[in-house]
């Protein structure tokens, strides 16, 4: 009996795991289809947004108004002027500051002239002793030596009409002078040298008469004892440092009572027209076709940042040559010849003689 229990529980339950056994694999087989659409569908999506290319972002499109760039250096109108001694000397007086206007002719600075004025004064009193002394000359020769009297009084006029100008424009400086004072030593100078001009013509048409004799040994004297006086005043000269040209004194380096030399490097005073500043720009040999007379351009420096200044090109240099500027950053290759380019900048600007600027040519 126990043994048909047994047998019928057996059969039973492996008639259950049989019935079971199905629908298990059923279940499993559902569980493997759901995971694998699953999978399908996100392996599509991930098929899909890999086929499709990247957004990109836009690029900026930086707008270029030029077609060539050169370095440069800034420069008054008429250049730097650098002026120095002729001699060796102490300074004995400045008579200018930077920033002065100063115009030409002007004296700057005086070295001690002691000497020189000794000299001058002796030269003039022996040539005038030689002119009286001599009795021995030649009556065809009269109108000459007429001519020649005349020239050097009024060489002599003119040289104290110009130390008259140049103590009236040192009183006005320092505030003893009057602009009136001051317009009639110039005026006293502009005459003199005006009567300079005129006797220095009637003494050539009065040598280049036809059948005009020789100088003889007496004229000869007299002529030369007034060459030692051009000699003399000429020493003189070279003991003030004048202005070649209207224009501001941008640096002074001379100071009272130091030696000076000449010397080509060290200038005691530099000087320059600022009503228009310009630029000297030094364009690469690769790039001189594009640059014509009159073309616009503006420069920038790194002192004012984010300003352009505008101005024309009005000069070209009519040969390359090897450049001036130094390079600033890396290096620039030696063989590179360049143009030298000038650019005078539009109205008044805040740029300083010797800046270092970057030209652009539109």
């Known amino acids: 009996m126990q043994l048909k229990v047994s047998a019928a529980a057996s059969a039973e339950t492996g008639t259950t795991r049989r019935s079971k056994g199905p629908m298990r694999n059923i279940l499993i087989a559902a569980a493997v289809l759901g995971f694998g659409a699953a999978g399908a569908y996100m392996f599509k999506d991930q098929i899909g947004l890999a086929g499709k290319a990247p957004a990109r972002k836009a690029e900026a499109v930086v707008a270029v108004d030029w077609i060539a760039a050169a370095p440069g250096r800034v420069e008054p109108k008429s250049g730097e002027i650098r002026l120095g001694a002729s001699v060796l000397g102490r300074v004995a007086e400045v008579l200018v500051k930077v920033d002065d206007e100063v115009e030409e002719g002007e004296l700057l600075v005086r070295l001690d002239d002691e000497e020189a004025r000794a000299r001058l004064a002796a030269a003039e009193a022996e040539a005038l002793a030689r002119r009286k002394d001599q009795k021995d000359l030649q009556s065809s020769r009269e109108e000459v030596r007429d001519a020649e009297d005349a020239v050097y009084n009024a060489e002599r006029a003119v040289t104290g009409a110009r130390f008259e100008l140049d103590y009236a424009i040192a009183a006005k400086r320092a505030g003893s002078g009057s602009k009136q004072e001051l317009a009639s030593a110039r005026k006293r100078l502009r005459d003199a040298e005006e009567r300079l001009r005129k006797e220095r013509l009637a003494f050539v048409k009065a040598q280049s008469k036809p059948g005009l004799a020789s100088p003889n040994r007496a004229e000869s004297v007299v002529s030369a004892g007034r060459a030692d006086v051009t000699i003399a005043e000429a020493l003189l000269e070279k003991t003030r440092i004048r202005a070649s040209s209207q224009g501001r004194v941008l640096q002074m380096n001379a100071k009272a009572g130091e030696i000076v030399a000449p010397s080509a490097e060290q200038a005691l005073a530099v000087i320059g027209d600022m009503s228009v500043v310009k630029v000297k720009a030094e364009v690469d040999e690769s790039d001189i076709a594009k640059i014509k007379l009159g073309q616009r351009a503006y420069v920038r420096s790194i002192s004012f940042p984010g300003k352009e200044f505008q101005g024309r090109v009005t000069k070209l240099a009519p040969s390359v040559a090897a450049p001036k500027i130094g390079p600033r950053g890396p290096r620039?290759?030696?063989?590179?010849?360049?143009?030298?380019?000038?650019?005078?900048?539009?109205?008044?600007?805040?740029?300083?003689?010797?800046?270092?600027?970057?030209a652009f040519f539109r």
């Open 332 to 358: 620039r290759a030696n063989d590179v010849d360049v143009l030298e380019v000038t650019i005078d900048l539009d109205g008044e600007v805040p740029l300083l003689p010797g800046m270092r600027v970057d």
